[in-house]
């Protein structure tokens, strides 16, 4: 069950493992269409899990013997940029809170999270994490270098792992699988900014200003403004605050894995977004195939206008394709590993008066 489920990048990654998805849930419409187009047979329901009944999931899940929660829960609240311009009190912090009271309710075998490396820096993660521990579970967490497992982005993620038949991790990385950015965007057709492929209304970057026109054609492939003649440089960087924020108006490298994508990935001014050999940010396609996702992945239906800010959310917050094949994999071993032991009754696993008898669970 995939909570928070987005545009399906989890889900997809735990199919490709091998992991029966039975259902995805999240607030968000623009989530539905990319979700059930690409997941035949699997439901999106359209729930605030902060007012979903764990009685709903237990519908979802049916008889299942083995039943893994999932609960990207939105990770802006968490962000270090969020966290100069959001207050604390916002309700979006309370979403782990929610995530933990249905894990009290349906005591599933196993939960996992992913979320932004600054998660963990607070309370309400600590909260989560002590409430499965006083519940049973074995808990494992980590912050890992998604490039590690083959994404061609650089994307540090918290991964959390828990079980209640003995320890669980994440699978070793494996080195030998870095990939580039070359090695998934060389091959796309060429566009113009503000140009669209004629087969792929998702390959589409958006329009630049004459000016940034000129900004693009002055960058260098791992550069910055920096590198720019003096006339182009805006007037904010040359100040001493502007100086410190190199990290924009840059283009991606070839030969290296890409940025962490943002919300924000499709305009040249919002990182290190230039396409590498283009004058172009870019398109929406490209941040999906960096994300992971299969190059065929729907996210509008057809004839639906493409909008940027919207798919940009969509693509930006998903999780990895590849980071999600990664979870799946490391639960189907760990499933193996407890198959030939007895499974205790839900009951047995919340224990009496608290009492931890689920550390004991294992799968039949």
């Not at 409430?131 to 993620?157: A, H, I, N, S």
């Not at 004629?198 to 054609?217: C, F, Q, V, Y």
């Not at 050999?277 to 999906?288: D, P």
């Amino acid at each position: 069950m995939d909570l928070f489920c987005g545009a399906g990048g989890l889900t997809r990654g735990l199919i490709d493992a091998g992991v029966r998805v039975v259902a995805g849930v999240d607030f968000d419409d623009a989530c539905e269409h990319p979700y059930t187009a690409n997941h035949k047979g699997i439901a999106f329901h359209k729930h605030d899990v902060a007012k979903l009944k764990a009685s709903e999931i237990e519908k979802w899940f049916g008889n299942a013997s083995i039943r893994v929660l999932a609960g990207c829960a939105p990770c802006q609240p968490f962000s270090s940029y969020s966290q100069r311009y959001e207050t604390v009190g916002t309700e979006r912090w309370g979403l782990l809170n929610h995530f933990a009271r249905l894990v009290k309710k349906l005591m599933p075998d196993i939960v996992t999270m992913e979320n932004v490396p600054t998660v963990t820096k607070h309370e309400v993660f600590d909260d989560f994490v002590a409430t499965l521990k006083r519940l049973g579970y074995e808990v494992w967490y980590d912050v890992v270098d998604c490039t590690e497992y083959g994404l061609p982005q650089r994307r540090r993620r918290t991964v959390l792992l828990a079980s209640l038949h003995g320890p669980i991790g994440l699978r070793e990385p494996d080195s030998s699988k870095v990939k580039a950015v070359e090695d998934v965007l060389k091959d796309l057709p060429v566009l113009r900014h503000g140009g669209t492929d004629k087969k792929d209304p998702l390959h589409t970057a958006s329009s630049l200003s004459p000016l940034n026109l000129k900004r693009i054609k002055a960058s260098k492939p791992g550069g910055s403004w920096r590198d720019w003649p003096r006339h182009l440089i805006a007037k904010c960087h040359t100040k001493k605050t502007g100086k410190t924020y190199p990290g924009v108006y840059g283009r991606m490298k070839w030969d290296e894995p890409a940025p962490t994508l943002t919300t924000q990935f499709f305009g040249f001014g919002n990182g290190r977004f230039g396409h590498p050999s283009q004058a172009r940010g870019l398109s929406l396609r490209e941040g999906a195939i960096l994300q992971g996702f299969p190059r065929n992945y729907s996210f509008v239906p057809k004839g639906k206008p493409i909008q940027f800010t919207v798919l940009g959310r969509l693509i930006g917050n998903a999780v990895p394709v590849e980071l999600g094949r990664v979870i799946g994999e490391s639960i189907m071993e760990h499933v193996k590993r407890h198959a030939d032991q007895p499974r205790l009754s839900i009951n047995q696993r919340r224990g009496r008066n608290g009492r931890r008898h689920a550390r004991s669970a294992v799968l039949s």
